[in-house]
């Protein structure tokens, strides 16, 4: 199927044009590209700036990182924000494992489209709203029971890591081959020793993927955790949001420089765990 | 059973039945393990997805308390505040001219950011499906990079581009090209702009996933019958990547109509959309059941553009078979 593109490039060399160009399509995707990423540069050019302008260059100097690493809120937001994701993006792939177990390998059955439906809501409705949604209903919770922590922001990023996270393992399940978990049934295994040594091996490299997947989402979230969170509970992007209000200095460049190489490596091994799986 | 020989026709039907009803069982059962499998996950999703929608539904009315929150009393101001209000001085309504152009401009730019992702991101797809198969990977993942990185510090990098003391305009200064920095940050074209660069490897990647089902030979026919290179993408490939275009355009559409992060750092409090409309009604306006009707109204235009994407795909599904 892949290949068939393919089939006419042995004779792209002795026809006069190449099949597959078309004019400017090239030059615009090269376009595109390079808007993709140039506006990164300067964000992270100026990370490194030796004044505190984020136009002027004035020399290269770790300085911005220091006073980053240094700054107390960054380091309490920092924190919040890596044990917020690290919670809900467990918790959301164990619920994804267990429910892309429950909607995969047998024939479809009555109802499943609606769980599809369900698991799918939060990638159809807009996060504002969603947002809103959860305020209202956490403000109730936090006026009759008085409880405040960061179990609110749990269960919402919790909920909205799950389809995230559900996609990948789903994927590696249905191309599963069921017949080994009916080999290991036939030799005697139960149906523990069969998850454990055979479903669970096999499916590995798609939990991993929907681990990290629903790691990124979760420390990237803004939008509900500005909503629900009590006060005091600002998590790395909340923070950086609130200080894009006041006089903007490279440190918030250093800090968002960081942030993008976290995402940059997870999503590169992302890349290589799918590509295993294919 | 054939080792008895033929058995009596009722006894077949009684061993089949049976058979039948075990299978029915069983597949029962399996269904049942199946259900609970899921439903750690449907619970949560419950209790923070779709349950707090339908809590958000009462809400919206009921009158709104003086200080945030609400009162226990049924009202529609919510909804009518959507689109009307009433003069404070003489009691006249009118229609609320600040929620109808937010309103306007949230869907105007969405459809402008679609568009310009379309423009782009079409011969991206196009091209990196033209790719020889094992560099095409290599370029997704160039695509899918941005994708992945912080919506916020991408809108941020965009920020400080355009600002007036940003890169762009101290460039432009500095070589003498104009002498005021030019306004970009907090315009409509900003938010574009923004949208647009956040948004557009939500279009390419559907695009691709069409296109990298296209049989080139189809083209490589176009050809040979003389259609120009133009007839040949508007005729041949065009139609057959448009579940792709169509999915494309609907993942860049939906999260633009409700976009928050992006409007509120680069339009600022005048140039706002729908979604900071919302939030503002929880924030300083504080109007809860406004703020509802309102989350409420996004959501029914969101749906709106879903069935059509449905229903198109639907059709071109039925045009394929027929």
């Known amino acids: ?278 | 059973m054939s080792a008895h020989g033929q058995p009596a026709p009722t006894q077949v039907a009684a061993s089949e039945d049976r058979a039948g009803f075990t299978a029915e069982a069983a597949r029962q059962t399996e269904v049942r393990r199946h259900v609970l499998l899921s439903t750690p996950a449907l619970i949560v999703l419950f209790c923070a997805a779709s349950g707090p929608l339908l809590i958000m539904l009462v809400y919206s009315f009921l009158s709104a308390g003086p200080y945030g929150g609400i009162e226990w009393k049924f009202s529609i101001d919510g909804w009518f505040n959507v689109f009307m209000q009433r003069d404070i001085f003489n009691d006249t309504l009118s229609i609320a001219d600040a929620h109808v152009s937010i309103l306007w401009r949230s869907i105007k730019l969405s459809l402008l950011t679609t568009f310009t992702c379309f423009v782009l991101g079409f011969p991206t797809a196009y091209f990196i499906a033209t790719r020889p198969p094992d560099k095409r990977n290599l370029w997704l993942f160039f695509v899918t990079i941005p994708f992945w990185t912080n919506l916020l510090i991408r809108t941020f990098a965009i920020m400080e581009l355009i600002r007036n003391k940003g890169v762009i305009n101290t460039a432009l200064t500095s070589f003498g090209l104009i002498d005021e920095p030019i306004q970009m940050l907090y315009t409509d074209f900003a938010v574009m702009v923004g949208m647009t660069y956040v948004y557009l490897p939500l279009m390419v990647l559907p695009i691709y996933a069409s296109m990298e089902k296209l049989d080139f030979r189809l083209v490589e026919a176009g050809y040979d019958l003389y259609a120009t290179r133009f007839k040949v993408l508007m005729r041949i490939i065009v139609p057959l990547v448009k579940p792709g275009i169509v999915a494309g355009s609907i993942l860049v559409f939906i999260p633009a109509l409700g976009a928050y992060v992006t409007p509120r750092i680069l339009g600022g409090g005048l140039h706002m959309m729908l979604g900071n409309l919302i939030g503002l009604q929880f924030g300083q306006g504080r109007n809860w059941p406004l703020g509802a009707a309102l989350s409420l109204t996004l959501l029914a235009l969101v749906m709106v553009a879903l069935l059509i994407y449905v229903r198109g795909a639907n059709k071109s599904e039925a045009g394929r078979h027929g």
């Open chain 1, 1 to 278: 199927m892949v290949d068939m593109s393919n089939s006419s490039q042995p004779r792209m060399h002795r026809r006069p044009f190449s099949v597959v160009t078309q004019t400017g399509f090239t030059e615009m995707a090269v376009i595109c590209f390079v808007l993709l990423y140039a506006p990164l540069v300067p964000l992270v050019v100026y990370s490194f700036n030796a004044g505190s302008s984020l136009a002027f260059w004035e020399g290269f100097s770790f300085r911005w990182y220091v006073a980053a690493w240094n700054n107390e809120m960054v380091k309490d937001v920092t924190i919040r924000s890596v044990y917020l994701a690290s919670v809900a993006s467990v918790i959301a792939t164990c619920l994804a494992t267990l429910a892309a177990l429950g909607t995969t390998r047998t024939k479809p059955y009555k109802g499943l489209t609606a769980i599809y439906a369900m698991i799918n809501q939060p990638l159809m409705v807009p996060e504002i709203v969603t947002a809103v949604a959860l305020l209202i209903l956490f403000a109730g919770i936090k006026q009759a029971t008085d409880y405040h922590g960061m179990a609110y922001l749990i269960i919402a990023h919790t909920a909205f890591c799950i389809p995230f996270a559900y996609l990948p393992i789903h994927a590696r399940l249905e191309g599963m081959d069921l017949t080994l978990e009916t080999a290991a049934a036939d030799l005697y295994a139960t149906p523990w020793q069969t998850f454990r040594r055979v479903t669970l091996p096999l499916a590995w490299p798609g939990i991993l993927a929907g681990g990290i997947l629903a790691f990124v989402i979760s420390l990237d979230d803004v939008i509900i955790t500005q909503l629900v969170k009590s006060p005091g509970q600002n998590t790395l992007p909340t923070y950086m949001l609130g200080q894009l209000r006041r006089v903007i200095t490279p440190e918030v460049n250093a800090i968002a420089s960081v942030l993008l190489a976290v995402s940059v490596v997870m999503v590169t091994i992302f890349f290589f765990l799918n590509r295993k799986n294919k």
